[in-house]
């Protein structure tokens, strides 16, 4: 069982930026990956940034193109908490961010179990 809590959603003005932080707790030796999805009223949840474990998978980071060069994704060197830090926010960047994570099976690395938090509310408007 792993349990993430996201925070630091918010209200901020066009141009400004959020920092989102995500704790993830128990089993979580096996990290495959952690990244955040967002989901806005009347659309699919999307991808917005993923970094994967470094011990099994080299610490690769991968955005989503509507972001490249306005959000970071990050994490500390216990792999237990992710950050995005996102700048030059934009309204369309409106939306509930979750946290994402998923753990490898020790049986068969090619199969994982996908986590989710609760979500954090992220407006951006004048």
């Known amino acids: 069982q792993v349990h993430l809590v996201e925070s630091g959603g918010g209200l901020v003005q066009p141009g400004g930026s959020l920092r989102l932080s995500c704790a993830a707790s128990?089993?979580?030796?096996?990290?495959?990956?952690m990244g955040w999805y967002r989901q806005a009223p009347g659309k699919q949840r999307e991808l917005v940034a993923r970094?994967?474990?470094?011990?099994?998978?080299?610490?690769?980071?991968n955005y989503t193109e509507s972001v490249k060069g306005r959000f970071t994704i990050s994490r500390d060197n216990g792999e237990n908490t992710v950050y995005l830090q996102m700048n030059s926010l934009k309204p369309e960047d409106t939306a509930v961010y979750y946290c994402?994570?998923?753990?490898?099976?020790?049986?068969?690395?090619?199969?994982?179990?996908?986590?989710w938090g609760q979500g954090t509310q992220v407006t951006v408007s004048s």
């Open positions: 994402n994570a998923r753990i490898l099976h020790a049986k068969n690395p090619l199969y994982f179990d996908t986590y």
């Open positions: 128990g089993s979580i030796a096996r990290l495959k990956d």
């Open positions: 970094i994967s474990s470094l011990i099994t998978g080299g610490g690769s980071i």
